[in-house]
């Protein structure tokens, strides 16, 4: 299907995952999957993002990195994000990863009031005996994730919700007993064919796992198209995005 050459207004995707291992009493937990707003300057582009992202009711937020864009200019950008995230109020909280275009002064910078920075480190969420792991993989750069530091306190178990910058991750994910994976970078080609196809990658993965929802064995990767935009600062047939995505339990179809 052809995409739209051009989308200015915030576009909000839903999407329900299958997920068997999903414990009863998280059955419709409801996540808010932001990533690379790339974040500088404020503009009229971000306050349309900001009324549209407040209104949404999720139980928690999750952004995959590249909050700014560029890390020599957090400062600047700082402003803005405080902005953003400091309205998005769930009961679980606001939980971030870096990327490549982040400085590691904004996760310092960003902290507290709800909002965490996960750097190879899990945050547990428990109802009664069970329990979901929400696990932030380190990704300012490739070689500072740790899967094995980051599942130190995470039990065979747990359901796995994992954070990653870099979708290639996913392979050493799933090996790790991901349930989920939230991924960004990619921006979905940020310029596309009309029908969608990105132009070229940003990472190992086939040129379909650009974006979208993807069940690879028993692992579901979800890859955002982000918010912002990188290089060329310019989206052709590639609309922002936002997801709203709801966990169900539940077998996916074969």
């Known amino acids: 299907m052809t995409q739209p050459l051009v989308f200015s207004q915030p576009l909000i995707d839903r999407v329900s995952l299958l997920c068997p291992r999903l414990p009863q009493s998280f059955d419709g937990l409801r996540i808010l999957h932001l990533s690379d707003l790339h974040l500088t300057n404020w ?27 560029r890390s020599w200019l957090w400062r600047q950008g700082l402003p803005g994000l405080q902005r953003l995230l400091g309205e998005l109020r769930t009961p679980l ?17 960003l902290q507290g009031n709800g909002i965490r920075s996960l750097s190879n480190e899990a945050v547990m969420v428990q109802h009664g005996t ?64 009309p029908d969608g196809r990105p132009l070229m990658g940003h990472d190992s993965l086939p040129a379909d796992f650009c974006t979208g929802v993807h069940r690879i064995k028993n692992t579901w990767l979800v890859v955002n198209r982000g918010i912002g935009k990188a290089g060329v600062r310019l989206r052709l047939f590639c609309p922002a995005q936002a997801i709203l995505l709801t966990l169900r339990r539940g077998i996916p179809p074969a």
């Open 43 to 69: 503009s009229p582009r971000m306050e349309r993002w900001r009324l549209t992202l407040r209104k949404l009711h999720a139980d928690a937020v999750m952004i995959t990195g590249d909050l700014g864009h």
């Open 130 to 193: 069970d329990r979901l792991a929400i696990i932030g993989l380190a990704q300012h750069r490739r070689i500072d994730a740790d899967i094995p530091a980051a599942l130190t306190h995470v039990r065979p178990t747990d359901f796995k919700l994992m954070l990653l910058h870099y979708p290639d991750m996913v392979y050493a994910s799933l090996a790790a007993g991901a349930d989920v994976c939230l991924a960004g970078h990619t921006h979905g080609g940020q310029i596309c064919f």
């Open 93 to 109: 909280g606001v939980f971030f990863i870096l990327g490549n275009h982040d400085a590691l002064e904004t996760a310092r910078a």
